[in-house]
């Protein structure tokens, strides 16, 4: 890892963005893949994301607080924020469904591709200045 480190480094890209993106990219295309399936076989787009959006959390503070804010403490409040922010971030994915499927009659399948963008910006932002504020990108 201390070698990844190194090379994105060099290049000038910032390390902590680039591990949150790769878990992320990781996790939410096996959840979107997931999605896929589910409403291809008749299930709610709202229902199959209120089932794989804990799932994805769970994935994501994992991979997040071992890799990307490794360097964070992690307590009881950088938990409960973390929470917090993904409950704003499920919201947001709800919204996004609600407003675009339900009431403008865009294909779910796509808004939720857009809506994972949306979310993962939302999240890392929230994530780099909320919760893991200590923690300075490399």
Do not use: R
């Not at 999605?35 to 794989?52: N, Q």
Request: net charge positive; charged share 10%.
């Amino acid at each position: 890892m201390k070698q990844f480190n190194i090379l994105l480094i060099k290049y000038g890209l910032p390390v902590q963005f680039i591990k949150y993106s790769i878990i992320g990219i990781l996790t939410n295309l096996i959840g979107y893949l997931g999605y896929l399936l589910f409403t291809d076989l008749g299930a709610d787009p709202k229902v199959v994301i209120s089932v794989m959006y804990p799932i994805g959390v769970l994935c994501g503070y994992f991979g997040n607080s071992n890799i990307t804010f490794a360097e964070a403490k992690s307590d009881l409040l950088v938990s409960m924020k973390y929470l917090f922010i993904h409950i704003l971030g499920y919201g947001l994915n709800l919204f996004l469904l609600y407003l675009f499927v339900d009431n403008l009659g865009y294909s779910h399948k796509i808004v939720q591709a857009v809506a994972i963008i949306i979310v993962a910006i939302f999240l890392y932002v929230s994530f780099k200045y909320f919760v893991f504020k200590k923690l300075k990108d490399q």
